[in-house]
């Protein structure tokens, strides 16, 4: 559940201040100072955790700031501009504001943009954007004008989208609203159309966020909904009049209610914070609400009165309450439908995600798949969890529909490479409830032509669409034959990784495919190995002469193991330098896919029997590996993202050896590890009999506490020798 | 002793209860079984003095009949060195008094403690903190203040607003004189000792002058608002610090006026408002004030300024308590958590030329409000509502490792508060305000070591007897025949004689007492009961003749050499010619009971006694001394015995010197007489003297493995101390018949079960 916590409030504000509000919070140089701007003369530095001012500057009577100071984090300066025009630089040292770097610019500026990890970005009221370098390079340089007449800027933000600034604005003109998306390196502004949903709300507020190539922009409108565009950031040519959506995400308040001084905030990817009054309810209260659940998480009155502006930096909201500006910290846990349903047994340790092993049957309201990957995964990851209350609107619908034929039929003769684009800009676009039926469709007629025309191999689009995470083993059963066929290792290990319902036999094919096939095609392929790199140090150059060894159907790597089952008797500090990798780490990251998937004992049993002697002895030994690296700290895990659990590893172990245990008896290179394996399982049993030992022990112990705790009096031999 | 021996002692065991007759079965009143063992405990109503209840069944028979019967056996068909059934009373409900002031004098190295009762009691830190000497408490003296003046000279003063001063050497009070300034809160000397300041209720200070047989008041200094709670004078004695509610006050002793005042901050981490009491000030040499208050800070003030120069925010709950180290170079506070901290002056700067306050080491011994603290020059010393009294060595201020290097935590009196008729099984237990007798129960069966034997009847409470007045008792004794029961107040002493007849107890006071008897310091019968000994004031030793019904004033024997110190402890012979007595210090006398006439000195010796007896037959007496030595000394042949002096050439196992309680009783086994039995607190010896004395590289404690040792390993490892730690903390211990010994024991966790809850810490991880 998300909280609110204790606020408190920062002393020194002016009390100039009062309730019109505050220019801006800004971020100061280090995570705890912000910056503080208000609508006359003042600019305040605080260090929030210890509520008080560090620093103030004002400027000079009869001048007035215009845009909210901001710190230049690259050169730890502050900026800020006054009289619309007027450009100043300072440094914490500096006292006198009047006394620092001055530079009166061409055109008024909306505002200053300064995010950690970029330099800063002037945006003009008309619309163009200068480095503020470049400004102060040359300050007098010509502004162009980028938006028309009587368009006003309403909001604006700036993200850092793979280290990439991206800039994005919203203007007005006549209620209609724009979305500039301005980004640099190329220089490349895009301009899209709001359309507004069912009825034209008036909007209030704005936020973005950002989250791979992709933003989502909120808009707040008066009647307590929040209406969701998405927004791609394609490196594509600018077209021309781009329209986008909205779609309604939340309905803050009952209908009817209109709104006012209303703010609000985008906490996490689950989470906004929503700040204002209705008619109904005068009281202002802030509240933080759950998107994906559409359950409001907590609320708090705010009976001072706010200025209807709301800033959230950290796990920080920042609002103006009453004369004082007021610092409240939140928490937003990780929301599950456990979570929201009030049944989150234990929260997961940090890092190790689950995979829901569970068939979307669910997927028309909203799929319910867990997010695995944090790296690796499409711009659609979070966008994909929303789910639409609202009445469609048929026309739209029915819209979709033919753009989903046309789509499909496209695919039928496109290239692959222009599959890609289309599909791409395909899965930007539309987000509608039959979504993961439409993927379906996509994939299986996808597979249908990889299967009738054999060169055709869209791999890309199929990762594309495997990572969408709505797809099921079940939904496209001929996908991974027709990948298994084609030995594509990553795609197999997306499959493994994303399908929740992979039968045994295909998972057996797979683990076949991974310990055949030879490192070298390996060497050139994507393999994700998040769930090796903890462990498996990279690049390892010896490697190349064992994997000769192990295809010759030779293995010295037994002979290795002995040694070091010597070396581990003889010293234990050895063991970390001798244990190596019996596979490359590609392998292994691909042999962790296998580990992770789900299986049933019964099935899988007789399909792992098919495996060949020189398989089952790679596998168990790198299994082995995998167990002695888990013993050699304390709580027995593997470091890393995802590594496989002691469990899994146990667990497989044991069934390649209850498959295969007479072949493995019989062979000579198996007996070093068999006798490894032995050892481990003596020394289980010598810890587990000495724990009873300790236990009965123990328990004499508290017999012997008891008899003494005995009454008041008592007649008791004694003996002296 | 043989294997087969001891496996023969077995049947003779079983035979010896065997041949027991049964008791007859009880036949107890409603009334009684109200009062029975586990009722007591229950619950107790009020009492009148001498209100009896009793039971009484037909034992008196039976133990005679024990007695007779282990006169016929034979030692040697014994098994063991001993076999013991082991009464082990847990029911003695005493519960130490809490500790208010402590005082610690640097020239004797001495420390006074008072106790809430207002008893007050002499630790000597010299002679292994042995307590070797004792005020009973009073209930009108609430003892608020204790202090030292002209050298060795102790004074107190109490909520009834009167100093007290104390009589060291006769072990009295020497005199009480009103402050006039209602109750006293606070009390100190100035450095040189002849003057004292009181702070009193009404807010005024009063300067006494101490002459040497009195104290007179000098002056009476401006009078301040409220209490003074706290006073503290300036080591050069021109100026007091007094602490009171909301302020610190700083006082011109000549002129009595006030030169400083320093207000408390008023502002807590609490919400509430409430008022800063400064539980305790020091006033050092340069000027600096160092308060403790209640709102758990100790703060260090500048006298000539007025100013706050250092602020310690120590706990939430109180600082009751302060004291500083002579050399001004350390001081400890006590807080109300239980917790005592240490606060070192540490040079700030590599030259030394400045130096800082620095708190450096906090020690969690007590669980209650430390309401006092000292500072010895190697020690901090603690006390408080929890009864320990903590002496904390500084390991840095320690040289060589000896009594003084080790942590000590004195619980329990080093005086025996119990005695007991070992014919009638009957024990006597000594609480401040009242005696309890007990008669123990019996058995029937016998067992191995360690057994818990089935219980044919259980210990029963006889009597309880409340004193008389406001003064507590200071001590008591049972005769052996359990007859006689006497007790002493610091003014009264009373006599009792009991009778047992059916299933009651009768008692009746001796009303007709000699007028000399008005007071005892120690109380002793002789073995057949038909003499009372009293150790009384000015050091005289009364001997009375005990008849049915009245007394006979035999003889008092004058101390030796015209000093009138008190008597501390006494032993009598068993065959009634020698009395022994020891005094505070003045070494042990011999007196000739036949002739009436002193007998010789036992040659003088640095620590003193801390338990002496004679042994029969021999006529041996055994000392103990609080330095851990033991000796014998043949009281015919006026010397020490041969294996008194064989122990001191030998010397005694390091172990056994390192123990740090002391000796409270010794006994004899009446059919061994190579046997001496001793114990101290937290461990039971029987010394046989005719085994080899172990050296420092022999295990002291070898009890538990000689049991799992063969016979023959058995015979070479053996040595004369045969110690048992079973039964801990040991208060008494003794000796009834030849088979059979008494252990009361007192479990600290049944006096904590009676101590008021303490102040409610967060523990880490509940």
């Known amino acids: ?721 | 002793m043989a294997a087969a021996e001891r496996g023969a002692s077995r049947p003779t065991g079983d035979n010896r209860t065997s041949r027991r007759r049964r008791p007859p079965p009880l036949t107890l009143s409603a009334h009684f079984r109200l009062r029975g063992v586990g009722d007591y405990f229950r619950g107790q109503s009020a009492r009148t003095w001498c209100e009896v209840e009793a039971g009484w069944g037909g034992e008196r028979t039976i133990v005679r009949d024990a007695g007779l019967e282990a006169g016929a056996r034979n030692p040697e068909a014994d098994g063991g060195m001993g076999e013991f059934k082991v009464h082990r009373v847990r029911f003695f409900n005493y519960v130490p008094v809490g500790i208010r002031c402590v005082a610690y004098n640097h020239q004797s190295n001495r420390l006074a403690v008072s106790r809430v009762d207002g008893t007050v009691e002499i630790y000597n830190l010299a002679a292994n903190s042995f307590q070797e000497k004792f005020f009973p408490g009073h209930e009108g003296r609430a003892t608020e203040a204790l202090c030292w003046a002209k050298g060795q000279r102790l004074f107190s003063a109490g909520l009834n607003g009167d100093i007290i001063e104390y009589d060291l050497e006769k072990m009295s009070v020497k005199y009480s004189v009103d402050g006039f300034g209602g109750p006293i809160w606070s009390m100190a000397a100035d450095p040189s000792g002849s003057y004292l300041a009181i702070g009193c209720e009404d807010g005024s200070v009063k300067l006494f002058q101490v002459s040497p047989d009195k104290i007179q008041l000098e002056r009476t200094l401006e009078r301040q608002k409220g209490r003074i709670l706290s006073l503290s004078w300036h080591p050069s004695g021109t100026h007091i610090a007094v602490g009171s509610i909301d302020y610190i006050a700083v006082l011109d002793a000549k002129s009595g006026s006030t030169t400083q005042k320093m207000l408390m901050d008023k502002r807590h981490p609490g919400s509430q408002r409430r008022r800063c009491v400064v539980w305790g000030v020091a006033f050092l040499s340069d000027g600096t004030v160092v308060s403790t208050d209640s709102a758990g800070m100790v703060q260090f003030w500048d006298s000539e300024t007025g100013t706050l120069v250092q602020t310690h925010p120590l706990t939430s709950s109180d600082v009751l308590s302060i004291a500083v180290a002579e050399k001004e170079d350390s001081l400890v506070v006590g807080t109300a958590e239980g917790t005592i901290f240490h606060f070192q002056l540490i040079p700030s700067r590599s030259d030394g030329k400045q130096s800082q306050w620095v708190r450096t080491k906090p020690f969690q011994h007590h669980t209650h409000d430390v309401r006092s603290v000292a500072h010895s020059p190697t020690a901090l010393i603690s006390g408080g509502v929890d009864a320990h009294l903590v002496i904390r060595p500084l390991m840095e201020k320690v040289e060589v490792k000896n009594y003084d290097a080790a942590l000590r935590k004195i619980t329990f009196p080093h005086r025996r508060l119990i005695s007991c008729a070992k014919k009638m099984q009957l024990l006597l237990f000594q609480f401040p305000q009242r005696l309890e007798l007990w008669r123990l129960g019996a058995t029937d069966a016998a067992g191995k070591n360690e057994d818990i034997l089935p219980l044919s009847r259980n210990a029963e409470h006889l009597l309880q007897l409340k004193k008389k007045g406001p003064e507590n008792i200071c001590c008591s004794c049972i005769s052996p025949c359990g007859s006689w029961i006497a007790y002493s107040t610091a003014s009264r002493f009373y006599l009792y004689r009991m009778n047992y007849e059916n299933n009651s107890v009768s008692i009746k006071r001796v009303s007709k007492l000699p007028k000399f008897l008005s007071s005892a310091f120690q109380i002793l019968f002789s073995g057949d009961s038909a003499m009372l000994y009293v150790a009384s004031n000015q050091g005289s030793l009364h001997v009375i003749q005990l008849l049915e019904g009245s007394l006979k004033h035999l003889h008092t024997f004058q101390p030796q050499s015209g000093t009138s110190e008190a008597i501390s402890l006494l032993a009598v012979s068993p065959d009634g010619n020698w009395l022994a007595a020891a005094g505070m210090s003045s070494g042990v006398s011999i007196y000739n009971l036949k002739h009436l006439k002193p007998h010789c000195m036992v040659p003088a010796y640095n620590f003193p006694v801390t338990a002496l007896a004679i042994a029969p037959n021999t006529n041996n007496l055994v000392i103990a001394h609080s330095d851990q030595q033991v000796f014998e000394f043949s009281i015919p042949q006026k010397q020490y015995t041969d294996w008194s002096r064989k122990v001191q050439k030998h010397g005694l196992h390091y172990l056994w010197l390192e123990r740090d309680t002391p000796i409270t009783h010794i006994t004899f086994h009446p059919k061994r007489p190579t046997h001496i039995l001793l114990h101290d607190t937290y461990m039971f010896c029987i010394i046989d003297k005719s085994m080899p004395l172990p050296d420092d590289k022999t295990p002291l404690f070898n009890q538990l493995s000689l049991r799992e040792a063969s016979e023959n390993v058995r015979r070479r490892h053996a040595h004369a101390f045969k110690i048992s730690k079973k039964f801990q903390p040991l208060l008494f211990m003794d000796l009834l018949d030849e088979g059979t010994l008494v252990a009361v024991e007192r479990p600290l966790e049944d006096i904590i079960a009676q101590l008021p809850p303490p102040i409610k810490r967060k523990k880490f991880g509940t």
């Open chain 1, 1 to 721: 559940m998300a909280a609110l916590e204790e606020d408190f409030t920062l002393s020194g504000l002016v009390p100039g201040a009062g309730l019109d509000g505050l220019l801006g919070v800004e971020q100061g140089l280090k995570g705890d100072l912000f910056l503080v701007t208000d609508r006359g003369r003042t600019v305040i530095l605080y260090k929030v955790s210890d509520q008080k001012p560090l620093g103030c500057w004002s400027v000079k009577q009869g001048q007035k700031i215009t845009c909210p100071a901001v710190c230049n984090f690259q050169t730890g300066e502050y900026a800020v501009v006054h009289d619309d025009k007027v450009l100043r630089v300072w440094k914490n040292e500096d006292v006198n504001l009047d006394k620092v770097f001055k530079a009166t610019l061409s055109a008024d500026v909306y505002s200053i943009h300064s995010v950690q990890n970029t330099e800063p970005l002037v945006l003009f009221r008309e619309g163009a954007v200068r480095s503020l370098d470049v400004l102060l390079a040359e300050p007098q340089q010509k502004i162009e004008a980028v938006i028309s007449d009587e368009e006003v800027i309403k909001w604006t933000k700036l993200f850092l989208d793979s280290n990439q600034p991206v800039l994005i604005f919203v203007t007005e003109k006549h209620g209609n609203y724009f979305v500039y998306v301005q980004m640099f390196n190329p220089h490349n502004l895009c301009k899209y159309t709001l359309l507004p949903g069912e009825e034209p709300p008036v909007t209030l507020s704005f936020a973005a966020s950002v989250n791979g190539r992709l933003v989502t922009l909120l808009c707040l409108s008066c009647t307590g909904c929040i209406y969701e565009t998405l927004i791609p950031l394609n490196h594509g040519k600018p077209e021309e009049k781009k329209v986008l959506v909205t779609s309604l995400l939340l309905k803050t308040y009952v209908s009817g209610d209109v709104l006012k001084g209303v703010s609000f905030a985008i906490l996490d990817k689950d989470h906004v914070a929503v700040m204002g009054t209705s008619l109904k309810a005068p009281k202002e209260n802030i509240s933080i609400w759950n998107i994906k659940f559409q359950t409001l998480q907590t609320s708090k009155e705010l009976p001072q009165g706010t200025s209807g502006q709301l800033w959230c930096y950290g796990e920080k909201l920042f609002i103006l309450h009453g004369k004082f500006l007021t610092v409240i910290p939140f928490k937003c846990e990780i929301s599950s439908l456990a979570a929201a349903l009030g049944k989150l047994k234990n929260i997961q340790a940090p890092g190790t995600q689950t995979m829901s092993h569970f068939v979307n049957w669910g997927a028309f309201q909203g799929d319910g798949l867990e997010s695995r990957d944090s790296n690796n995964l499409t711009p659609l990851k979070g966008q994909s969890k929303r789910s639409l209350r609202t009445r469609k609107n048929e026309t739209r619908s029915q819209l979709e529909d033919s753009t989903n034929k046309q789509f499909l039929s496209g695919i039928k003769d496109a290239s692959e490479k222009h599959l890609d684009q289309q599909l791409s800009k395909f899965l930007a676009d539309k987000r509608t409830p039959d979504f993961q039926i439409t993927i379906g469709h996509i994939v299986s007629e996808l597979v249908g032509r990889c299967k009738t025309e054999p060169p055709f191999y869209p791999q890309s689009s199929l990762v594309q669409l495997i990572q969408t995470q709505v797809l099921s083993y079940s939904l496209c059963p001929d996908l991974m034959a027709v990948v298994l066929e084609k030995r594509d290792v990553h795609l197999l290990q997306l499959c493994l990784q994303q399908f929740p319902d992979i039968p045994e036999s295909i998972t057996c094919a797979c683990l076949k495919v991974f310990l055949s096939i030879g490192d070298d095609s390996l060497e050139g392929t994507n393999v994700n190995m998040e769930s090796v790199i903890g462990y498996i140090d990279f690049p390892q150059n010896e490697k190349t002469g064992k994997k000769e060894v192990l295809q010759n159907g030779f293995s010295p790597v037994l002979l290795e193991e002995e040694n070091i089952d010597d070396k581990l008797n003889k010293s234990d500090g050895m063991m970390n330098t001798t244990l190596t990798c019996p596979v490359t780490p590609q392998k292994a990251a691909l042999l962790n896919a296998i580990l992770h998937s789900a299986y049933s004992e019964t099935f899988l049993l007789p399909n792992l029997k098919d495996l060949t002697v020189q398989h089952v002895i790679l596998f168990l030994q790198y299994l082995h590996f995998l167990y002695e690296k888990c013993s050699e700290n304390a709580s027995m895990t593997l470091p890393g993202p995802c590594p496989p659990t002691l469990n899994q590893i146990m667990d497989w172990i044991c069934l390649l050896l209850d498959a295969h245990f007479t072949v493995v008896v019989m062979i000579p290179e198996a007996k070093g590890i068999l006798t490894s394996l032995y050892k481990f399982v003596k020394a289980q049993v010598w810890v587990y009999s000495e724990l009873n030992k300790i236990e009965g022990s123990l328990q004499q112990l508290q017999k012997l506490h008891q008899q003494r705790n005995m009454g008041l009096y008592s007649i008791e031999v004694l003996e002296l020798i």
